[in-house]
């Protein structure tokens, strides 16, 4: 999903969840939208994932596309390196929620 497509998105359905993704020890963020139906929906340039080196860079996206509120979440590798599952998509283990 490109920014022209979340945009047109947003004006037509209410009902989605913006998450800030970045992993542990990366500078780097990715912006993913989850719908109604459970499907995510990578932030793309050109076919390819969008990376933003801040959240200055990812709000600034997110306010062009009318969106004022998303989730951050964080990878972190430590429990897939003990063969636990990762946890990043429950909702109160390890979001925490952007307004701007």
Known sequence: MDLNELKTFVEGS???EIRVITHSGSR???V???DVEGSRHMLTQRGKPMLFRSLDDVYLELKRADIHRAY??????HDEMIGRAAHYSEPLASR???VF
Not at 72 to 77: D, G, R
């Open 14 to 16: 209410s009902n989605f």
């Open 72 to 77: 951050l979440v964080q990878h972190v590798p």
């Open 28 to 30: 780097f963020y990715q």
């Open 96 to 98: 925490m929620p952007l």
């Open 32 to 34: 993913e939208l989850e």
